[in-house]
RNA sequence: GCCUGGGUGGCGGAAUGGCAGACGCGAUGGUCUCAAACACCAUUGAUCGCAAGGUCAUGAGGGUUCGACUCCCUCCCCAGGCACCA
């Protein structure tokens, strides 16, 4: 046989499986069990392969071949996720066609991973760049879109400067651009949103019960950052309400009851029509919008001609079966385009009449309506502070009986809950008609502020509100000058403005904030009035940008009310949760509650204070009991000192808080809620009396400084009560038992938290830190957006102008461009013939958008496509997608833990809401690989000069050695640095291997050696439960501890059949010359589809075993003896033996323990 | 600050309650060779000892156990993540 020529043998065997097709699979494989696993595919850089690329594929090529051995049928693929910035910047350096650059990176990725030889089905190559694909990405964009899922919105901004592009969220890596690294701005911009915030719950919720490792559930977790509080209304004290508010109507009689109505509320306001301001023409209400919407447009329409604040109102009703119609569509539609002024009122009634009985005969009769009274306010700002106060009013049976076609309609009106026309109203009625928008103008008139806690057991500790800067009314209150100190809060406002989010952060050690003099709000529980102020520690982006500031019992607010003399209000007393072993409360034992005392005993003359060390427990703590029946807590704790430590004569000082602790009860064997009261005394003199046997074995007293005192203390309880009468009350931000809470206190937090948020007419609220994706990117190699904006279908009113491209006309290609650099404007937006296009919808003008989808977006269905890989007419079919999805296991680097999994995630349940997928997840199984770093230890990159290429290392050593070494380095998620010896190793495992091959296959021995088969079927078992595990290092050992036994005895091999097994388990590993050798064997079969040999347990379990023999856990002999010995034998003959009895030296075994096919350990 | 992982020879690492350091790299000595490379053999945690044998060793300290790298408590250090999210 010849040498080991790596070169030759690589060579040939990825030509045969890439000519012959070796490795297509079917969708459909009778017989065989379907296994999908996919590779992350790469982003084809100009730098060519990274080693960690072949590390992952490496391991799942390894699984791949092992899952087939097993008769899995496995779809194993690769494709490229060719857009992106990288291509687009190196392109733009190298003066080229980002198509070309990206077309040879494609093409040099392609040729490094064909060298591997892993086994892929290259007849499914994706490529995310090609129009076949990103014809999909924008058909699936556009279905997003469909379902609202797709939205513009004018937000700020990540911007990076360089690369002239915004980037998501999950794209900024402290404060910088994750590509580049540019510090990133903040931009105001209008972009495209994908609402993934709508899957917060279930993109939260489903995580359970995936196999992934714990790490990345919980920093998906931490992302999507749920957090359950409420959402409480601080009422605002404001000295100088608006005077005069703008009624949006022009009916002079709605008018003048509605003026009637405020009058009557005694509120300080004048209401104005808009032809008292000099406003004639604002009224933009359109046909068949809803009430409430068609409310909001008008006052908007108002606000702008003016700057007061405007009220809004109007009616409408739904009615089952048609669309929203408001009153003005419903009685234009009834009249059919006669002039109402024309008719009287019982004609009109009479049309309506008809009208009305029409709708209800196309429902069958059973027309149901439903009344709306919406109305919203805008302020001078023009900020909606009370929108959409719509008020369902569900009608009553008697009233439905209205509906009765056969019935005469008694008004103009479509019944409005009294069922009059509003001329026939009494004033009782019309004022119980309008009540909502009275209401509303009180609380306009009194604004309040919302804000999000996840404490509202707390409330009573509310000391002050804090506002983000940007908080809608901090720049109210800036607008109309009606604060004190205009000035300052101005600047504050102002600098904050100009801070991006991350400086606010690095400046976060120093807290900075300014009052808002001359408002204050009021504390719905206590009614007091607190001051506001706005701090830049509240963030406008978060819940409702305001916070209730509670400084006893949070850090942060505690922090600033320190530096700002703000009032702390302690509202809870601690409660303590014992964790330990023994002390944990137990399920399914009483829970006992007990008033308690705690003690702090001061020396007659030194500065020290009594602990008590336990003798019978791991405790120290202070001087505890119980009162008695009767005592008071002083009177008891009197008892306790006396009972403990003998001391006759403590002076009550004062009593300080209270604190509780649940534990179990050793003693007692019962579940303790215990209630300290804590009190402080000073003994008079040293006179003590002798102290009970009995107490005297419970614990001993100890004089303790205050310093020791602190690091004595064990449970928790005590060391905060210590600390609380050292440093005074102490910031505890924990659950506990409410205290100067009104009728709350003695409440538990827990329960208090609703209790609270009722008793204040508050509202349970669940926040999310995760924010909408934006998808929008200004730059040109990526996937073009298929949307159209259109004047012309904006201002005849068909919503926004934005048309999505029909189906009919996707893809839209992305057109080769003379210059795509950024240039502060998307490239594409520079290209008329692009750019300009017919509206889809009415044919007028119109432009295309001219942004590209952020490359996540590509990446986030990629998987769904490998099914299907060549369809032209779907994204795919649902049949072969049903079948192989889920993904059975994907292997991905760690740093993809947040932004392509809960993207992918997103997709997969937005199509599973389509009934496109009936599966809501999409990768069961997933594993991390660890990065491979240079040799110095640090992460591989150019300007270190110790990046690796797999070129020359495959070049010098080969793809099976290679292959080798990266699973031998270290556990498979681990870092570990790449020892450019290391190869050697398995360069040399790889050279024996062979030569042991040689004699075996020339030998043809007719039967193994016992032990050499036994070394075989060691291994076999070993890289059987190794390759599942992903612990492919162990395995590699095992295949190298086999080779080292069967080379000592290397002049008689294994048989061949035998050594057939061991070309098995080699092959997953080295398939190139695992697959050269079964050839040599004389086999002309494709080993991926041996099946993987199963181990003889006989065999692997050794009738021989090594006895270990220790005395007091000290080894002093090994002996053989037969698996099977007994326990008394082994005892027996650990006794007998010479060592152990030298050992002994005569003395008498105390204890002989026996761990079965282990060892003895003999006592003494 | 908080949350995850980790901390074992000169190095990568193995062992998840039972002989610590498997396997590999490196190193030292040897065989082969004119020589080198390759290959092969032997040794290789530290320490005391001629040896037999002993002692110390898994970040530090303590605990549980006949027995701890492994379980528990306290602390230190490293890596990664989160970071005023109310």
């Known amino acids: 046989m010849t040498p080991y020529d790596p070169k030759s043998i690589e060579e040939k065997w990825n030509k045969k499986w890439l000519d012959e097709k070796v490795f297509k699979v079917a969708n459909d494989a009778p017989g065989r069990e379907k296994y999908y696993q996919l590779?992350?595919?790469?982003?084809?850089?100009?730098?060519?392969l990274h080693m960690g690329h072949p590390k992952g594929y490496t391991a799942e090529d390894i699984h791949a071949r092992f899952m087939r051995m097993h008769g899995k049928n496995v779809l194993y693929t690769m494709g490229w996720d060719a857009f992106g910035l990288p291509t687009e910047n190196y392109a733009i350096k190298v003066g080229r066609d980002p198509h070309e650059v990206a077309r040879e990176n494609t093409d040099n990725f392609r040729r490094q991973v064909q060298m591997f030889g892993f086994s892929y089905d290259w007849d499914r190559e994706i490529d995310t760049a090609s129009p076949e694909y990103y014809k999909w990405t924008q058909w699936l964009f556009i279905q997003l879109y469909r379902r609202g899922l797709a939205y513009r919105a004018s937000a700020k901004v990540n911007w990076c400067p360089k690369d002239q592009t915004v980037l998501a969220n999950e794209q900024v890596v402290n404060g910088a651009c994750e590509r580049c690294g540019t510090e990133i701005e903040e931009r105001e911009m209008e972009q495209w949103f994908l609402r993934i915030t709508d899957y917060a719950e279930r993109l939260l919720g489903d995580l359970k019960g995936l196999d992934w490792p714990e790490a990345t559930i919980k920093r998906q977790e931490d992302w999507i950052g749920k957090s359950e509080g409420a959402e409480l209304r601080f009422a605002l004290n404001w000295p100088t309400p608006w005077m005069d508010i703008v009624f949006a109507t022009n009916n002079r009689g709605k008018f003048e009851r509605m003026k009637k109505l405020i009058a009557a509320t005694g509120l300080p306001v004048t209401l104005k029509m808009p032809a008292d301001i000099g406003v004639k023409d604002f009224d933009v209400v359109e046909d068949?919008?809803?009430?409430?919407?068609?409310?909001?447009?008008?006052?908007?329409?108002?606000?702008?001609?003016?700057?007061?604040?405007?009220?809004?109102?109007?009616?409408?009703?739904?009615?089952?079966?048609?669309?929203?119609?408001?009153?003005?569509?419903?009685?234009?539609?009834?009249?059919?385009?006669?002039?109402?002024?024309?008719?009287?009122?019982?004609?009109v009634a009479a049309r309506m009449q008809e009208y009305y009985q029409a709708i209800a005969a196309k429902h069958g009769g059973k027309a149901d309506a439903e009344w709306r009274q919406t109305l919203c306010f805008v302020t001078p700002e023009k900020a909606v502070v009370c929108e959409d106060a719509v008020r369902p009013v569900t009608l009553t049976a008697e009233r439905r009986g209205e509906f009765d076609p056969t019935l005469p309609l008694r008004g103009l009106y479509i019944p409005k809950p009294t069922g009059k026309y509003p001329a026939e109203e009494t004033e009782e009625e019309e004022m119980r008609e309008l009540a909502p928008i009275v209401d509303a103008v009180k609380r306009l008139l009194t604004p309040s502020i919302k804000v999000f806690t996840t404490r509202p057991d707390t409330l009573f500790g509310a000391t002050y509100l804090v506002l983000a800067p940007e908080h809608p009314f901090v720049s109210a209150c800036i607008t109309r000058g009606a604060i004190d100190n205009l000035d300052e809060v101005t600047a504050y406002a102002e600098a904050a403005s100009h801070k991006t989010?991350?400086?606010?952060?690095?400046?976060?050690?120093?807290?900075?904030?300014?009052?808002?003099?001359?408002?204050?709000?009021?504390?719905?529980?206590?009614?007091?009035?607190?001051?506001?102020?706005?701090?830049?520690?509240?963030?406008?982006?978060?819940?409702?940008?305001?916070?209730?500031?509670?400084?006893?019992?949070?850090?942060?607010?505690?922090?600033?009310?320190?530096?700002?003399?703000?009032?702390?209000?302690?509202?809870?007393?601690?409660?303590?949760?014992?964790?330990?072993?023994?002390?944990?409360?137990?399920?399914?034992?009483?829970?006992?509650?007990?008033?308690?005392?705690?003690?702090?005993?001061?020396?007659?003359?030194?500065?020290?204070?009594?602990?008590?060390?336990?003798?019978?427990?791991?405790?120290?703590?202070?001087?505890?009991?119980?009162?008695?029946?009767?005592?008071?807590?002083?009177?008891?704790?009197?008892?306790?000192?006396?009972?403990?430590?003998?001391?006759?004569?403590?002076?009550?000082?004062?009593?300080?808080?209270?604190?509780?602790?649940?534990?179990?009860?050793?003693?007692?064997?019962?579940?303790?809620?215990?209630?300290?009261?804590?009190?402080?005394?000073?003994?008079?003199?040293?006179?003590?009396?002798?102290i009970s046997e009995e107490e005297q074995g419970i614990h001993e007293v100890k004089w303790l400084t205050p310093d020791e005192m602190d690091r004595f203390l064990s449970p928790e309880a005590h060391r905060f009560?210590?600390?609380?009468?050292?440093?005074?009350?102490?910031?505890?931000?924990?659950?506990?038992?409410?205290?100067?809470?009104?009728?709350?206190?003695?409440?538990?937090?827990?329960?208090?938290?609703?209790?609270?948020?009722?008793?204040?007419?508050?509202?349970?609220?669940?926040?999310?830190?995760?924010?909408?994706?934006?998808?929008?990117?200004?730059?040109?190699?990526?996937?073009?957006?298929?949307?159209?904006?259109?004047?012309?279908?904006?201002?005849?009113?068909?919503?926004?102008?934005?048309?999505?491209?029909?189906?009919?006309?996707?893809?839209?290609?992305?057109?080769?461009?003379?210059?795509?650099?950024?240039?502060?404007?998307?490239?594409?937006?520079?290209?008329?013939?692009?750019?300009?296009?017919?509206?889809?919808?009415?044919?007028?003008?119109?432009?295309?958008?001219?942004?590209?989808?952020?490359?996540?977006?590509?990446?986030?269905?990629?998987?769904?496509?490998?099914?299907?890989?060549?369809?032209?007419?779907?994204?795919?079919?649902?049949?072969?997608?049903?079948?192989?999805?889920?993904?059975?296991?994907?292997?991905?680097?760690?740093?993809?833990?947040?932004?392509?999994?809960?993207?992918?995630?997103?997709?997969?349940?937005?199509?599973?809401?389509?009934?496109?997928?009936?599966?809501?997840?999409?990768?069961?199984?997933?594993?991390?690989?660890?990065?491979?770093?240079?040799?110095?230890?640090?992460?591989?990159?150019?300007?270190?000069?110790?990046?690796?290429?797999?070129?020359?290392?495959?070049?010098?050593?080969?793809?099976?050695?290679?292959?080798?070494?990266?699973?031998?380095?270290?556990?498979?998620?681990?870092?570990?640095?790449?020892?450019?010896?290391?190869?050697?190793?398995?360069?040399?495992?790889?050279?024996?291997?062979?030569?042991?091959?040689?004699?075996?296959?020339e030998k043809k021995m007719p039967a193994s050696d016992p032990g050499a088969k036994r070394a075989l079927h060691r291994a076999i078992k070993k890289v059987g439960e190794d390759i599942p595990a992903f612990k492919f290092n162990t395995a590699i050992s095992a295949l190298m501890i086999m080779l080292n036994e069967l080379e000592a005895n290397a002049a008689a091999p294994l048989a061949l059949a035998d050594f057939a097994d061991l070309v098995k388990i080699i092959h997953p590993f080295a398939p190139h010359m695992a697959q050269e050798l079964w050839s040599r064997m004389g086999n002309g079969t494709y080993l991926d589809f041996a099946p993987w040999p199963e181990y003889d347990p006989a065999l692997v379990a050794a009738e021989k075993i090594r006895l270990v023999l220790q005395v007091n856990s000290r080894t002093k002999d090994a002996v053989e003896a037969d698996a099977g010995i007994t326990a008394e034998d082994a005892k027996a003959l650990a006794l007998a033996n010479m060592k152990i009895t030298a050992a002994l030296g005569g003395a008498a075994p105390k204890r002989v323990v026996y761990v079965e096919k282990k060892l003895v350990n003999i006592v003494i």
């Open 39 to 48: 590779e992350t595919f790469p982003y084809p850089s100009a730098a060519g």
């Open 288 to 347: 068949g919008g809803t009430a409430s919407a068609n409310a909001q447009k008008k006052a908007r329409a108002l606000a702008a001609l003016t700057d007061l604040p405007v009220l809004a109102d109007d009616t409408g009703f739904f009615i089952a079966g048609e669309e929203n119609l408001d009153p003005v569509t419903v009685k234009r539609n009834a009249l059919g385009g006669v002039d109402e002024k024309t008719l009287t009122v019982e004609e």
């Open 501 to 690: 989010e991350r400086m606010r952060q690095e400046e976060a050690k120093e807290k900075t904030g300014v009052e808002l003099k001359g408002v204050r709000a009021v504390n719905p529980a206590t009614g007091e009035e607190i001051p506001i102020w706005i701090a830049d520690y509240v963030l406008g982006s978060y819940g409702t940008g305001a916070i209730m500031a509670v400084p006893a019992h949070d850090e942060r607010d505690g922090d600033f009310a320190k530096k700002f003399g703000l009032p702390v209000r302690t509202v809870i007393e601690p409660l303590f949760t014992d964790t330990s072993a023994e002390g944990a409360v137990k399920e399914g034992v009483p829970m006992v509650e007990r008033n308690a005392i705690m003690a702090i005993v001061k020396h007659w003359s030194e500065e020290k204070y009594i602990g008590l060390q336990w003798k019978k427990v791991d405790w120290q703590t202070l001087i505890t009991g119980g009162p008695e029946n009767g005592q008071t807590a002083e009177e008891g704790a009197v008892q306790e000192i006396l009972e403990e430590t003998g001391y006759l004569h403590p002076k009550f000082l004062k009593k300080l808080g209270r604190v509780h602790s649940q534990f179990f009860h050793i003693p007692k064997q019962v579940n303790r809620l215990a209630h300290f009261d804590v009190l402080y005394f000073e003994l008079q003199d040293d006179a003590r009396r002798e």
């Open 721 to 1001: 009560a210590w600390r609380e009468f050292l440093g005074g009350p102490q910031l505890y931000t924990g659950p506990g038992v409410l205290t100067a809470s009104g009728d709350l206190t003695g409440m538990d937090s827990g329960t208090a938290k609703r209790k609270m948020v009722e008793m204040v007419g508050g509202t349970m609220k669940t926040q999310y830190k995760l924010r909408d994706w934006s998808v929008s990117r200004q730059r040109y190699w990526g996937v073009p957006i298929p949307m159209v904006h259109c004047d012309a279908c904006k201002a005849a009113g068909r919503g926004d102008g934005i048309v999505p491209v029909p189906d009919a006309d996707l893809p839209v290609v992305l057109p080769p461009l003379e210059n795509y650099r950024p240039q502060g404007m998307p490239p594409l937006a520079s290209s008329p013939e692009y750019i300009n296009v017919k509206c889809p919808q009415c044919g007028a003008d119109a432009k295309r958008d001219p942004e590209t989808l952020d490359t996540f977006v590509d990446s986030s269905w990629y998987f769904l496509r490998y099914p299907d890989p060549h369809n032209a007419a779907a994204i795919f079919d649902k049949d072969k997608v049903a079948h192989w999805m889920p993904v059975d296991l994907y292997v991905i680097g760690a740093e993809h833990t947040v932004l392509h999994l809960l993207y992918s995630r997103f997709i997969t349940k937005f199509l599973h809401d389509e009934g496109s997928i009936d599966f809501t997840e999409p990768f069961t199984t997933l594993r991390h690989q660890g990065l491979i770093m240079g040799a110095d230890g640090a992460k591989m990159s150019k300007s270190k000069g110790n990046v690796v290429n797999p070129d020359e290392i495959v070049g010098q050593y080969g793809a099976d050695a290679t292959r080798l070494y990266l699973m031998f380095m270290g556990p498979f998620p681990d870092s570990t640095p790449w020892d450019p010896k290391g190869i050697q190793g398995v360069e040399r495992f790889l050279k024996r291997l062979w030569r042991y091959a040689e004699g075996a296959i």
